[in-house]
Structure formats: structure tokens, C-alpha cells
């Protein structure tokens, strides 16, 4: 039964976190995922499903989180990227199929894939550069 | 929404909005009752009679980002297409239960789909409330007035057990998320390989 198993195993994932936790903090990446009806209707369970396989996949060490409908439900499922000292940035419309590539070009080689974003969000105010066009 | 689960994971995502701080979550699979029984209920802020009369309107909401919310009337449609209905029940200040019944073989009714999948979404959220989970599966026996066949299956955990044993590490943390990835994954398997055991179980009974 997994249960029984969980209580040994969340020990070894403990310590294995605790370990991991310098690095972590130094290259911390968050990855977060619209998850209100809007989300999830349109496959955004799927694109986090994809995300945590692709950052296994991988090997990188990045929190996926999931929030509420943010209001632009026609570019759901939603995806942000946050990195440290880097504008927050929004993916619209990210199908599971489109992760490997986001995960590629966002996150190892450092390029934001300009023709997904849909906005952005610098040090807490958020740029008009980028106008959603619902 | 085609699967069940994914009306699940919205009617959760209602208790986290609701700061809700302990979630349940009950999911039985009764074959000889004919009958699939969902019921979420929370500790969040609750609702009142006008509220409650309200939420199964689609063009109700309390959020300011957009002025429709489909979650409850969505699966109150699934239901009640299913042979089953959708009961609130809340007060203000003591929380949410929904509650959801489908007829277990009812052509119409969707598929639970994809658990797993669901409670990690939920799990990740920020500031996501504990949940105790409860996924039990009543099998009738074969024939159905023969006990001896009958199964009862259950998974069930309570994430305040797991937050303790994480002494401060949050469920998102890589490490902790690829674990739980893979727990969910297989408390929900095991569940369903009850079927494919059954012909070997009568089989080897020598019926």
C-alpha cells in the first residue's frame, strides 16, 4: 500500500530537499500555472502535468505552483515564469505540447519566447508593452 | 470539462478562494448501490441561503476579475445528466459541503478521469489548505448476491500528516512534488487494478 510506504519514503525526500535547498534559493525559479474553471477547461491541468515532467525530464530544480483565474480566460492555460532578478513573464494559450520547447528556450537558454508572451510584469508594477488583445 | 476530475479540481479551487484551511474530499465508487458519490467540504467562509440559491447560477459570481462562474452549475449539469444531483450545504463562517451523486453506470455520466493529476494541481496551489482524501471502491460479488467476490478498496491520506513529516518543506518543492507526483499516481492505480484482478480472483476460486 503507497501509504505505508509514504512514511519511509517522505524521510528520504526530506532529507534529499534539505540538501537541495542552498542551490535552490540561489537559482530560484517559479513556475505558475492557471488553475480557476477558465484554466481548467482549457487544459491547464495537462500543461502542469507537462511542466513537472518536462523539469524531471530535465533534472532543474524550479517550484510549479497553481493560482485562480487572473481574468484574461481567453489565453488560458496561463503560464508565469518567475526567476530571480528577471521580469515576471506570462505565456498565453501553452498547450502540454508546447512545454518542452518553453522549458528549452525560457529556462536553459535564458531566451523568453516572444511570440507566446502575453505580459509582463517588472519589480511589482505591471508593463503596458505587452496589451493583452482579447 | 469531459472528466469528473476536472470538475473536482475546480470545486477544490472554490474552498482555497474561500480560505478554506481543511479540505475533505470523498469519492465512493459503490457498484451495488449503482451509485458514485462525490462530496467536498470545507471550513472556508461559507455562504448564506441567498448565496447558496445563487452559485447554481451561471451568471453569479463573487469574483471581480470576470463576472461569470460556471464551476457549480457546470457539475451540476454532469450530474444531473447522470441520474444524480448536486446538494450545498453551508452557513456562514462554518464552511462548504457539495455534494454529488451520479448513477455509477448511467451512459451519460463522465469518466472520474484522471485523480492523480487533480490532487496534485490542488496540492501545488499556493497556500493550498490540507486535505484529507478518501477514494473508496465497493465492487459487487459475482454473482451479485455472493458476497464472497465482493471488494472494498480505499485510498486515503491526510496532507497534514505529510506537511509534518516535511517539518516546513512545502509541497511545490521540487524534490517533495516529484514524490507526491508519483504517491497519487499510485494509490489511483492500485485502485483501478481491482478490475483487471477480478476474472483471475474468480478463476483461480475455480467458479
Not at chain 1, 37 to 46: H, K, L, P, S
Not at chain 1, 47 to 76: F, P, S, W, Y
Not at chain 2, 6 to 31: F, K, M, P, S, Y
Request: aromatic share 4%.
Amino acid at each position: 500500500m503507497p501509504k505505508l510506504k509514504s512514511l519511509d519514503d517522505l524521510k528520504r525526500v526530506r532529507e534529499e530537499a534539505q540538501q537541495s535547498l542552498k542551490t535552490r534559493l540561489d537559482t530560484g525559479t517559479t513556475i505558475i500555472v492557471g488553475m480557476g474553471t477558465c484554466g481548467i477547461a482549457a487544459g491547464a491541468r495537462d500543461t502542469m502535468h507537462a511542466i513537472l515532467t518536462e523539469l524531471a525530464a530535465r533534472n532543474i530544480d524550479a517550484h510549479v505552483t497553481t493560482v485562480g483565474c487572473i481574468g484574461q480566460c481567453v489565453k488560458e492555460p496561463l503560464v508565469d515564469i518567475e526567476q530571480a532578478g528577471q521580469p515576471r513573464i506570462t505565456y498565453g494559450n501553452v498547450k502540454p505540447e508546447m512545454v518542452s520547447r518553453l522549458i528549452e528556450e525560457h529556462l536553459i537558454n535564458n531566451r523568453p519566447i516572444e511570440e507566446w508572451v502575453v505580459g509582463r510584469l517588472e519589480s511589482n508594477v505591471a508593463s503596458t508593452n505587452v496589451a493583452p488583445t482579447v | 470539462m469531459l472528466e469528473l476530475a476536472l470538475h473536482v479540481l475546480d470545486i477544490l479551487r472554490n474552498a482555497v478562494e474561500a480560505g478554506a484551511t481543511q479540505v475533505a474530499l470523498t469519492i465512493i465508487e459503490d457498484e451495488p448501490a449503482n451509485r458514485l458519490t462525490l462530496t467536498i467540504t470545507d471550513n472556508g467562509r461559507g455562504m448564506d441561503d441567498e448565496t447558496i440559491r445563487r452559485a447554481l447560477n451561471p451568471f453569479y459570481t463573487t469574483r471581480r476579475t470576470r463576472h461569470v462562474g460556471l464551476g457549480l452549475p457546470l457539475l451540476a449539469a454532469a450530474a444531473e445528466t447522470a441520474g444524480g444531483g448536486l446538494m450545498i450545504r453551508s452557513r456562514p463562517g462554518e464552511g462548504t459541503t457539495v455534494e454529488t451523486t451520479f448513477g455509477l453506470d448511467h451512459p451519460d455520466r463522465q469518466p472520474l478521469g484522471d485523480m492523480a493529476a487533480t490532487l496534485l494541481a490542488f496540492l501545488l496551489a499556493e497556500a493550498a489548505p490540507d486535505l484529507r482524501y478518501t477514494h473508496r471502491v465497493l465492487r459487487t460479488g459475482f454473482p451479485a448476491d455472493n458476497p464472497v467476490f465482493a471488494q472494498e478498496r480505499e485510498f486515503a491520506f491526510n496532507t497534514a500528516a505529510i506537511r509534518a513529516e516535511l517539518e516546513g518543506l512545502p509541497l511545490n518543492h521540487p524534490v517533495v512534488a516529484r514524490w507526491l507526483a508519483e504517491y497519487l499516481a499510485e494509490g489511483e492505480r492500485e485502485l483501478k487494478e481491482v478490475e483487471h484482478n477480478e476474472p483471475g480472483a474468480v478463476e483461480g476460486a475455480g467458479v
